[in-house]
């Protein structure tokens, strides 16, 4: 009883120092406004094959695993309807349940999202006041 | 931006109407409640918007 007791001890203490799951990390080299060409390939990769904000969003949703998207400096302008939530166009919208999604600027200073869309607020349940 | 995941923002200007609500008629950041794994972090960013909103 003691022996099997040991082993899984030992299985546990193994599954605790394991390797942490894979994570994800898109750089970008594109400030266009692109979906991903597939996010079953894994890979930020547009029709043109650039990795965009928006192709980042897309592979990060499909992905089983922690992602995080650099952003270097620049302006990433989305642009189209906000009018769904599949991060179709207009607004990103981060799915991927479960998993960290990290947008990592070159600072605030420096690195900018911004949009066509027309109003901007800071929306959530629970918190009733905008920023 | 429709948040359903833990979401992190260091070193970033969001500005200018970046991203709508849930309903679709404003901007903002909305935070879906139905999970209890959402979480929303913004470090050493500067968010900007055009009007509160509280829907």
């Not at chain 1, 600072?107 to 349940?125: E, I, N």
Request: hydrophobic share 40%; charged share 15%; glycine share 10%.
């Amino acid at each position: 009883m003691r022996r099997i007791g040991a082993v899984v001890v030992a299985a546990m203490l193994g599954l605790a120092l394991a390797a942490p799951a894979h994570a994800a990390t898109f750089n970008m080299d594109s400030t266009a406004d692109e979906p991903d060409a597939n996010t079953g390939l894994a890979a930020c990769a547009t029709a043109a094959g650039d990795c965009t904000l928006r192709a980042a969003i897309d592979q990060a949703n499909a992905d089983s695993s922690d992602s995080t998207i650099n952003l270097a400096s620049g302006t990433y302008t989305l642009t189209g309807a906000n009018d769904e939530d599949s991060n179709a166009s207009g607004d990103l919208d981060v799915l991927s349940r479960g998993f960290q999604v990290t947008i990592a600027g070159a600072g605030a200073r420096t690195t900018v999202m911004a949009s066509t869309a027309s109003s901007t607020c800071w929306c959530a349940p629970s918190w009733p006041s905008a920023v | 931006m429709l948040v359903r995941s833990k979401l992190a923002v260091r070193g970033v200007t969001i500005t200018g109407g970046l991203a709508n609500d849930d309903l679709s008629d404003g901007g903002g950041i909305y935070m879906d409640g139905a999970s209890t794994e959402t979480a929303l972090t913004v470090v050493d960013s500067t968010i900007r918007g055009t009007g509160p909103r509280t829907s």
